[in-house]
């Protein structure tokens, strides 16, 4: 496979109040494309002051996939499952550590896709998860897919999957030439007109995204996988469990909480709950 830098105009934006005066025609959809079952412990860093008290519990969470709707056309944040899991919860994988995902018949990403009549220009990963990328076997090897510099080079087939075989060029975005909007830091203008922001949030993987969309209905924050649950976000714990480096993944998560407070008028959607 061939990365090549993924091509964008740095902004000058300084902070993120000029985004929103000027929201675009975007919208987003979403898709439910199975489950998996979590512990809360992990889901908050158990070792976190804040969350030493927490007790076992094994929550049920959706696995989600966004449909972005742009004039250019359309857009997946993500892919979720494809339907290899309606039949097999490791989606055909072998091994000790593939996770395991539950999906109902007609949840897989390629069924939404096609109940809807969509062509998609692209695909925006915000990490290499299973749980994030199996669904792009199930998708055309010809349109672009985009990550963030770094995140390819901690894919590992034999435990993520074979979900990127076929793919001849992978596009990386490098945020080391991005826009530092504070709080939130390097971020990205993925479609060049304010309306669709990645925003680099590392410790998940080291190079998990999240998005922001600017859409006229209201400015909508994307945590991704930076917050598995809104109790993340509540109790000010970023999730340990699948983390790659779980002090950065806090400061990630405190530099969203800060976003968020100083515009409250941002909805916000987290990684696994609706």
Request: net charge negative.
């Amino acid at each position: 496979m061939k990365l090549v830098d993924f091509c964008y105009q740095k902004r000058g934006i300084k902070d993120w109040g000029q985004v929103f005066n000027s929201p675009r025609p975007i919208s987003l959809e979403t898709f439910t494309t199975g489950t998996v079952r979590i512990n809360r412990r992990g889901t908050l860093n158990p070792e976190h002051p804040r969350a030493l008290k927490l007790e076992e519990e094994d929550l049920e969470v959706p696995i989600l996939s966004y449909r972005v709707h742009h004039h250019r056309g359309d857009y997946l944040l993500d892919t979720g499952l494809d339907a290899s899991y309606h039949q097999d919860p490791q989606g055909g994988l072998t091994g000790s550590e593939v996770d395991v995902f539950h999906q109902s018949k007609g949840e897989n990403i390629a069924c939404y896709l096609k109940a809807r009549k969509l062509s998609l220009n692209g695909v925006f990963f915000s990490h290499l998860h299973a749980d994030h990328a199996a669904g792009q076997r199930e998708l055309s090897n010809t349109i672009p897919y985009m990550v963030a510099k770094g995140e390819y080079d901690h894919y590992h087939p034999e435990i993520h999957g074979d979900f990127l075989e076929g793919l001849e060029v992978l596009h990386e975005i490098d945020f080391s030439r991005a826009d530092d909007i504070p709080p939130l830091g390097p971020s990205v203008d993925l479609l060049g007109d304010g309306s669709l922001w990645a925003i680099s949030t590392p410790g998940h993987t080291r190079g998990h995204l999240s998005f922001l969309l600017n859409g006229y209905e209201g400015p909508v924050f994307l945590a991704m996988d930076a917050a598995f649950i809104y109790e993340n976000l509540e109790m000010e714990v970023a999730p340990s469990d699948y983390t790659w480096d779980v002090e950065m993944a806090q400061e990630s998560l405190e530099k969203i909480i800060s976003f968020l407070e100083e515009y409250p008028r941002v909805r916000v959607l987290v990684g696994h709950e609706v």
